[in-house]
């Protein structure tokens, strides 16, 4: 059962759009957007001026509706494992809350853990922060977060319930099976051996990936209501894990899936809206 004050504090206005971070694989729902703008991500301040794009990403912030709902989608990110600092991986996170975002949806492609199977889509529940580092470290990481100068943010219930109850709604409605679960954020750009993978089992982890934990960090110092849905697209740990195989299963039937709950998420926030 949600709490009622965790619901009136979710409400979207929606003089606030939802901001959606897309994943590798998930491009193609930036298609959708009736869009109004569009904003290059050299204009972010703090997004790195001489990034280049992963395969499956694009650098450019579409603004406009879906659903009806007023959003604000980034079809791509920067990671840790390119070289960038944790804080120039957040400036997107940043940029929506400087847009008026207090709602947003962070999508990623990870392998699974435990007993998750390959081509679910994941709900976030909970993080295991595995990079070796934090957005919130040093003054510049505190300024862009907040005008505090307490560096201590509790990071409990970093995801919200209520959309992740939405989210669950959504795939039960859709037909699509989801599996809640905790995902470890490691640095990469390596896959994970077969030890790390036992590792991250006695850890508590059920999903992997090289994204999302800081953009979480980011959001949830700003405030901002964070529901986190990930592709499991394969076994981590296998000798063949590849960045093709990730943008092949993403680009299939989890991919479609993926978009039908954040599709049904962003219809039931306009219901809560009205």
Do not use: W
């Amino acid at each position: 059962m949600v709490d009622e004050r965790t619901v009136a504090f979710c409400e979207p206005s929606f003089e606030h759009p939802v901001a959606i971070v897309l994943g590798s694989g998930l491009g193609s729902l930036a298609d959708r957007v009736r869009a109004v703008r569009r904003i290059p991500y050299d204009d972010i301040e703090g997004f790195p001026d001489e990034a280049i794009p992963v395969e499956g990403h694009r650098h450019e912030v579409i603004v406009g509706t879906l659903e009806g709902v007023p959003v604000v989608v980034y079809p791509g990110r920067v990671h840790l494992y390119q070289g960038y600092s944790a804080l120039a991986v957040t400036s997107l996170v940043r940029h929506a809350h400087h847009l008026g975002c207090r709602v947003i949806i962070l999508t990623c492609a990870s392998g699974a853990v435990r007993q998750v199977a390959p081509g679910t889509v994941g709900l976030i529940a909970d993080q295991i922060n595995l990079t070796g580092t934090n957005p919130l470290v040093g003054l510049g990481g505190l300024a862009a977060a907040r005008d505090r100068e307490d560096p201590f943010v509790p990071m409990a219930g970093a995801y919200s319930p209520y959309l992740t109850d939405l989210a669950r709604a959504a795939g039960e409605e859709a037909g699509v099976p989801l599996a809640d679960g905790v995902y470890a954020g490691l640095l990469g750009p390596t896959y994970e051996t077969a030890a790390e993978v036992r590792a991250l089992g006695i850890l508590g982890a059920d999903f992997v990936g090289c994204s999302t934990v800081c953009e979480a960090i980011m959001a949830h110092t700003l405030e901002m209501q964070v529901l986190g849905v990930t592709l499991v697209t394969n076994r981590a740990g296998q000798p063949a894990n590849s960045h093709k195989e990730v943008l092949a299963e993403a680009s299939g039937a989890i991919g479609k899936g993926c978009t039908d709950v954040i599709l049904g998420v962003l219809r039931r926030l306009a219901a809560t809206a009205k």
